[in-house]
């Protein structure tokens, strides 16, 4: 059974930084596309950050145009976890935020239907 635990969420001021993580079990993350998606209250969940598998001859990494320059997605095979670096983080940035592995293969753009399987999600909040 295929599980996707985070953690790392909290409370920061605006301008902090937070590292979230996904630890997955029952799976090799390395050989999927995993993804971090976040949802505000209100809003639909989208995609801010994603990694090809670790197969492919190249990193290949995904983001949003509202995490570029400020969020890093990585991961450490050895570990099988996924890793969120969020800096320069800003009230807009507040929302539940969920990794997700995808079966699929690498895309262009993203939608949560393109994802087999999610974690519980992990709240962020940043506060003005």
Known sequence: QVQLVESG????????SLRLSC???????STYIMGWFRQAPGKEREMV????????????TFYADSAKGRFAIS??????????????LNS?????????????????????????TWGQGTQVTVSS
Not at 23 to 29: D, K, P
């Open 23 to 29: 630890a997955a079990s029952g799976l090799a993350s």
């Open 49 to 60: 950050a994603g990694i090809a598998a670790s197969t492919l001859r190249y990193a290949t």
């Open 92 to 116: 807009e940035d507040t929302a539940v935020y969920y990794c997700a592995v995808s079966m699929g293969l690498w895309k262009s753009r993203w939608s949560p239907s393109d994802f087999d």
């Open 75 to 88: 991961r450490d095979n050895a570990k099988n976890t996924v890793y969120l670096q969020m800096n320069s």
């Open 9 to 16: 969420g909290g409370l920061v001021q605006a301008g902090g």
